[in-house]
């Protein structure tokens, strides 16, 4: 997850809520929904990427995943929004990610 912008042989890390998955590229894309980029020194992945994890969502250009709020649920990995609570449940904390 590099860019190398005009002359400068030095490849620059994408910075968070961008990544880059090709070489030789000028500059970093913008996440993807579904995953964030905490910018490509602290990212497990070599691109730059990290899937979102459950009880979060990650919109286009996260930077880190956010909690599903209260009354929604993820409950399952790289959403890019959280599912409303079924009928009958609560799903009062932030971040539920079963009813």
Known sequence: GHSCRGKNAEPEPCSA???QDEIGQSDCKVCVAGFYCPGTLSASHP????VCP???YCVLGSKYPEPCP?????GHVGLPYCQSCPERYTCEQPGTIAS
């Open 17 to 19: 809520g961008f990544y």
């Open 70 to 74: 209260t009354g929604s649920l993820a």
């Open 47 to 50: 691109n730059g990427t990290v």
């Open 54 to 56: 459950l009880g979060h």
